[in-house]
């Protein structure tokens, strides 16, 4: 496992942030972790990069503990915080060389050149930090959580604060780099989390709420039944549609268009089709309606 979190429980006085929270993320994984604000995302994040100490509990990045052997830990993590902790006054390319340095980077001109190849700073590199816009800040504290070519990376909310395409330049960088590293991302952009992340962990007041695949996770909400979207070829009376069989729920739509559905999760498609037929009606469309990834958080956060 590259990243594996037992029983972490973090106390601030009274006020219980973290809560026994446990967890694993294997090699290679790319992992969204979504909760609401003060949910203890980035008290976990800090634990985990060994710039917390958890009140009991333990945690591991490539067999190393994170207290016990915090250097270790450090040496195979790239973190990049909520605030990007950058230097306006440096150079990019002197920044990068004084992070490098500060990891005994081998070959650190070649690496830095690479690295700011990959990041997309080629026409930045000799500007003041404090003169770029924000996503290029962001770009220059992801290449100082790559320079030392980690294992594990931990981005706490890495495109907050960036237009749509700076959103999206930034999370085509993170895609790329998960194709050979393991990445816990945190973030509140449910689009983000559905596009790039193999699988997802929610967390809220401290606990851990759900914790699977990106596709599996709307499996922890509750029953919304069978939702179909069918349009048929005529305006039809809610009288009629209701007697299509095991559908219990009608709801009009706009035009000829209306969302059935049935309450116990049965697919009702088939038994649409065979309505229509019978009463000598067409079906123009029909399709599944899915929950979305921000209704699952809403349902389990709340």
Not at 100 to 125: A, F, M, W
Not at 226 to 245: A, G
Request: hydrophobic content about 40%.
């Amino acid at each position: 496992m590259s990243i594996k979190v037992e029983n972490i429980t973090k106390l601030y006085g009274k006020q219980k942030a973290l809560n026994n929270v446990s967890f694993e993320i294997k090699s290679g994984e790319i992992v969204g972790f979504i909760g609401p604000n003060g949910a203890g995302k980035s008290t976990m994040m800090k634990i985990i990069c060994g710039y917390l100490p958890p009140s009991s509990g333990n945690a591991e990045v490539n067999g190393f503990d994170v207290m016990e052997q915090s250097l270790e830990v450090r040496r195979h993590i790239g973190y990049l915080p909520e605030q990007n902790p950058l230097y306006p006054e440096m150079y990019v390319k002197e920044y990068l060389e004084f992070v490098g340095g500060i990891y005994n980077v081998k070959n650190l001109q070649g690496r830095i050149s690479e690295i700011i190849g990959l990041t997309g700073l080629d026409r930045e590199q000799h500007k003041k930090i404090g003169a770029l816009s924000k996503g290029y800040r962001q770009r220059v504290g992801l290449a100082q959580a790559l320079i030392h070519d980690p294992a594990v990376l931990v981005l706490d909310e890495p495109t907050t604060g960036l237009d749509p395409n700076q959103i999206v330049e930034i999370r085509n960088l993170i895609s790329e780099a998960g194709k050979s590293k393991t990445i816990l991302l945190s973030t509140h952009i449910m689009q983000e989390v559905e596009a790039i992340c193999d699988r997802i962990i929610i967390i809220n007041k401290g606990e851990i709420v759900a914790n699977d695949r990106t596709g599996e996770i709307y499996q922890h909400t509750a029953q919304a039944g069978f939702i179909v979207l069918v349009e048929f070829n005529k305006v039809l009376d809610e009288s009629i549609v209701q007697k299509i069989p095991l559908v219990d729920k009608v709801l009009k739509v706009k035009g000829d268009s209306w969302l059935v559905s049935n309450s116990n999760g049965i697919d009702i498609r088939e038994s649409i089709f065979k309505f229509a037929v019978e009463k000598g009606y067409s079906v123009l469309s029909m399709q599944k309606q899915e929950k979305s990834l921000e209704e699952v958080f809403q349902e389990l956060t709340k």
